[in-house]
């Protein structure tokens, strides 16, 4: 049985999305890729807000998250730090050899604009990480007010993960002045897990040639030298940029204020749901995500048996991340998903609540 997923990624996918990935196959070095691949790119600009370089890799987020680290920190990098996914991306710095700094705040906050400026303004750092929507916590970090005091620091390069929240809210890229923006397509897009999309600005192609140890699957000037003849260094994953470019075609169908909206109110109704229910927010109001909601579990349920009871029920729970398993749970509200189906789940979740 198919369990209908509300977890924070893999999200559900459109049976279209999974018809376009069955398409007949074609060289990635024949001209009838590029034409797609070109399409692609063109279109992930228009969603991006940008003329930024626009790549696509085979891989996780995470496998651009250690390229773009490769690439583009050449003295000390800073990884801002409020979750399981962004402490991970500072063990992946070090790990790549780089000199790095944890700038830690409690699970549940945000990355403040404050922070970032007592931060950098200490002159130590060339590059930054920073994840826009952390989904281990549901925090979502003022991503704006942190670009205005970037626009002070124009020699820190800005490595931003936008991993579950690029295409629910507008985020424009050029406006904001980011370097290199990540993200997957298993979760606000709403496609199966395996491909990557990250941009490079001129300035971070310009500080990737100065940077030794780049590797060669991540490089970004051979992704830069691929792009020119609309193409990928490496053998692409065909089916999934198939699958990419018919979704695109559907987001522009419905429309980008459309979309930006449906996920607003998806938000809201569950944030809704979760206070008429007693329980709590992991994050403090201005800084919830988007794209996924975290309680705080006050009423002590017992998670792990509503997870088996609406798993039984055909629906994936998630009941909460590494050291707040328990403690709190997230429902994700992203991708191509309708108000209709949320009030399909959380329907589903009062009738197993009932009981336990």
Same mark, same amino acid.
């Given at each position: 049985?198919?369990?209908?997923?509300?977890?924070? +990624?893999?999200?559900?996918?459109?049976?279209?999305?999974?018809?376009?990935?069955?398409?007949?196959?074609?060289?990635?070095?024949?001209?009838?890729?590029?034409?797609?691949?070109?399409?692609? =790119?063109?279109?992930?600009?228009?969603?991006?807000?940008?003329? $930024?370089?626009?790549?696509?890799? /085979?891989?996780?987020?995470?496998?651009?998250?250690?390229g773009a680290v490769r690439?583009?920190?050449?003295?000390?990098?800073?990884?801002?730090?409020?979750?399981?996914?962004?402490?991970?991306?500072?063990?992946? @710095?070090?790990?790549?050899?780089?000199?790095?700094?944890?700038?830690?705040?409690?699970?549940?906050?945000?990355?403040?604009?404050?922070?970032?400026?007592?931060?950098?303004?200490?002159?130590?750092?060339?590059?930054? @990480?920073?994840?826009?929507?952390?989904?281990?916590?549901?925090?979502?970090?003022?991503?704006?007010?942190?670009?205005?005091?970037?626009?002070?620091?124009?020699?820190?390069?800005?490595?931003?993960?936008?991993?579950?929240?690029?295409?629910?809210?507008?985020?424009?890229?050029?406006?904001l002045g980011i370097d290199?923006?990540?993200?997957?397509?298993?979760?606000?897009?709403?496609?199966?897990?395996? *491909?990557?999309?990250? /941009?490079? $600005?001129?300035?971070?192609?310009?500080?990737?040639?100065?940077?030794?140890?780049?590797?060669?699957?991540?490089?970004? *000037?051979?992704?830069?030298?691929?792009?020119?003849?609309?193409? /990928?260094?490496? @053998?692409?994953?065909?089916?999934?940029?198939?699958?990419?470019?018919?979704?695109?075609?559907?987001?522009?169908?419905?429309?980008?204020?459309?979309?930006?909206?449906?996920? =607003?109110?998806?938000?809201?109704?569950?944030?809704?749901?979760?206070?008429?229910?007693?329980? +709590?927010?992991?994050?403090?109001?201005?800084?919830?995500?988007? @794209?996924?909601?975290?309680?705080?579990?006050? =009423?002590?349920?017992?998670?792990?048996?509503?997870?088996?009871?609406?798993?039984?029920?055909?629906?994936?729970?998630?009941?909460?991340?590494?050291?707040?398993?328990?403690? /709190?749970?997230?429902?994700?509200?992203?991708?191509?998903?309708?108000?209709?189906?949320?009030?399909?789940?959380?329907?589903?979740?009062?009738?197993?609540?009932?009981?336990?």
């Amino acid at each position: 049985m198919h369990k209908k997923l509300f977890i924070p +990624g893999p999200v559900e996918v459109a049976p279209e999305i999974l018809q376009a990935m069955a398409m007949p196959m074609v060289g990635h070095r024949m001209p009838e890729y590029a034409v797609v691949h070109k399409r692609v =790119k063109e279109n992930l600009k228009r969603l991006l807000f940008t003329e $930024s370089r626009v790549f696509l890799a /085979t891989s996780s987020a995470f496998g651009v998250m250690e390229g773009a680290v490769r690439n583009l920190v050449a003295k000390r990098c800073a990884n801002f730090c409020n979750g399981a996914f962004s402490d991970k991306w500072h063990d992946v @710095t070090r790990r790549c050899g780089k000199e790095a700094d944890a700038v830690k705040v409690a699970w549940g906050q945000p990355i403040t604009p404050e922070l970032v400026e007592q931060t950098l303004s200490s002159g130590r750092y060339d590059a930054i @990480t920073l994840i826009h929507n952390e989904t281990s916590t549901g925090v979502m970090s003022p991503l704006p007010e942190i670009a205005e005091v970037l626009r002070r620091y124009p020699d820190v390069v800005s490595i931003i993960d936008t991993v579950s929240s690029m295409s629910a809210l507008k985020i424009p890229v050029d406006e904001l002045g980011i370097d290199c923006c990540i993200f997957g397509v298993q979760k606000a897009l709403a496609l199966p897990p395996g *491909l990557a999309v990250f /941009t490079a $600005s001129t300035r971070a192609l310009e500080r990737a040639k100065g940077v030794e140890g780049r590797g060669y699957y991540f490089d970004f *000037l051979e992704f830069a030298a691929a792009d020119e003849k609309d193409n /990928t260094p490496s @053998t692409p994953c065909i089916s999934q940029i198939y699958a990419l470019d018919r979704q695109l075609e559907r987001i522009f169908a419905e429309g980008l204020e459309s979309r930006w909206a449906r996920h =607003k109110a998806l938000a809201e109704r569950v944030r809704s749901w979760v206070a008429d229910r007693g329980y +709590g927010f992991f994050p403090d109001e201005p800084y919830r995500s988007l @794209t996924l909601t975290c309680g705080r579990n006050t =009423k002590g349920t017992d998670l792990s048996a509503l997870k088996k009871k609406l798993g039984a029920a055909g629906f994936a729970f998630d009941d909460g991340y590494g050291k707040i398993k328990g403690e /709190t749970f997230r429902i994700a509200h992203m991708g191509d998903m309708q108000m209709m189906d949320i009030e399909e789940y959380l329907a589903a979740i009062d009738r197993e609540l009932a009981e336990l």
